[in-house]
């Protein structure tokens, strides 16, 4: 009785078809698993190659990026160096005579020493 119940079950006759359609298929199913493995084989030794591409090209960049990047240090240094003389009184623009160098918005407005003077008399 429980096997024409079974039959009958809507379920177990797409159970039922299911095996039946792999058991059809199961000639095919070696090659389609070998054909499976070649490709992932393959797929995997082409990222291999592109990997190595781009680490070789890593590899060749680094002096020229380590070239460009000691240049841009020593132009750093070069400014802070100059600013600092600047700053100490010691450098090019840090005489009386040459006023229109100002340094980060650093702004003053000397009087002359003539007119403090008539102002503080008066």
Do not use: C, H
Not at 15 to 38: H, I, N, T, Y
Not at 91 to 118: A, L, Q
């Amino acid at each position: 009785m429980n096997d024409q119940y079974d039959r009958r079950n809507a379920a177990w006759r797409a159970a039922q078809q299911w095996r039946e359609k792999a058991r059809s298929s199961s000639r095919w199913r070696g090659p389609k698993l070998f054909l499976a493995w070649v490709v992932f084989g393959l797929l995997m030794l082409i990222g291999l190659v592109i990997a190595l591409v781009f680490l070789l090209v890593g590899w060749l960049a680094m002096p020229l990026l380590r070239r460009r990047f000691r240049k841009r240090t020593e132009q750093m240094r070069a400014q802070a160096e100059q600013a600092a003389r600047r700053a100490s009184g010691q450098g090019p623009g840090s005489g009386s005579g040459n006023r229109g160098n100002v340094i980060e918005g650093d702004y003053s407005v000397d009087k002359p020493s003539s007119e403090t003077d008539r102002r503080g008399r008066s």
